[in-house]
């Protein structure tokens, strides 16, 4: 088993930056082959990916609509990943989710994940 908890959520003006963080315990990133996503929620939208990471970082992947303003990254020595969100607009306001499964891919569907954080609450405003 895997429990994932997500912190650096919070309120910011469009512009702003924030970075959030994914602590893992149980199985965690340096004993096993995990990829990790982060997913994120808007209000009365479906769970979409953001990012995700191969096990030993050699491979990510963003949604289109992202990739320039967010950057995924981890340290498989604290068992984390991290998501630097810069140049926040109003719609990047969701509920973030961390995500993780043991893979050496990197997964893009939801499906695919098997263990997840109880979210995050982000909210830019404008």
């Known amino acids: 088993q895997v429990q994932l908890v997500e912190s650096g959520g919070g309120l910011v003006q469009a512009g702003g930056s924030l970075r959030l963080s994914c602590a893992a315990s149980g199985r965690t990133f340096s004993n096993y082959a995990m990829a990790a996503g982060w997913f994120r929620r808007a209000p009365g939208k479906e769970r979409e990916l953001v990012a995700a990471?191969?096990?030993?970082?050699?491979?990510?992947i963003y949604a289109d609509s992202l990739k320039g303003r967010f950057t995924i990254s981890r340290d498989n020595a604290k068992s984390a990943v991290y998501l630097q969100m810069t140049l926040l607009k109003p719609e990047d306001t969701a509920v973030y989710y961390c995500?993780?499964?043991?893979?050496?891919?990197?997964?893009?569907?939801?499906?695919?994940?098997?263990?997840w954080g109880q979210g995050t609450q982000v909210t830019v405003s404008s």
């Open positions: 995500a993780a499964v043991v893979s050496f891919d990197v997964p893009r569907r939801e499906s695919d994940y098997a263990y």
């Open positions: 990471i191969r096990w030993d970082s050699a491979r990510t």
